[in-house]
């Protein structure tokens, strides 16, 4: 069963960005047909999909996000890491990594990170 894990600073002050990475272990993730999602939680509201990156490199993004949001990866590393720029207190949340096999849209994860709290605030 693929593991992923979520790395990164828990503050980051306003307008700067945000960089989170999520280690792969027991998997790779060029492997085809996985697909890998970036996922946040604001407290008291429900999750909401960033975006993703496919095996072949090729990534979708929310497009509520999509000016702020930028997902690679570093297939020497295994991992994948999601930036999110001019960060504001209302991108406060939990942030997960998970992946799924069915598309860069599905919601369907096989497997998720444990989630790394992000904190925005001066």
């Known amino acids: 069963q693929v593991q992923l894990q979520e790395s990164g600073p828990g503050l980051v002050k306003p307008s700067q960005t945000l960089s989170l990475t999520c280690t792969v272990s027991?998997?790779?993730?060029?492997?085809?047909?996985?697909?890998w999602t970036w996922i946040r939680q604001p407290p008291g509201k429900e999750l909401e999909w960033m975006g993703a990156?496919?095996?072949?490199?090729?990534?979708v993004y929310n497009p509520s996000l999509k000016s702020r949001t930028s997902i690679s990866r570093d297939t020497s590393k295994n991992q994948f890491t999601l930036q999110l720029t001019s960060v504001t207190p209302e991108d406060t949340a939990v942030y997960y990594c998970?992946?799924?096999?069915?598309?860069?849209?599905?919601?369907?994860?096989?497997?998720r990170g444990q989630g790394t709290q992000v904190t925005v605030s001066s």
């Open positions: 998970a992946t799924n096999r069915e598309s860069v849209w599905s919601r369907n994860y096989v497997a």
């Open positions: 027991r998997g790779s993730i060029t492997t085809n047909y996985y697909y």
């Open positions: 990156i496919g095996y072949a490199g090729d990534t």
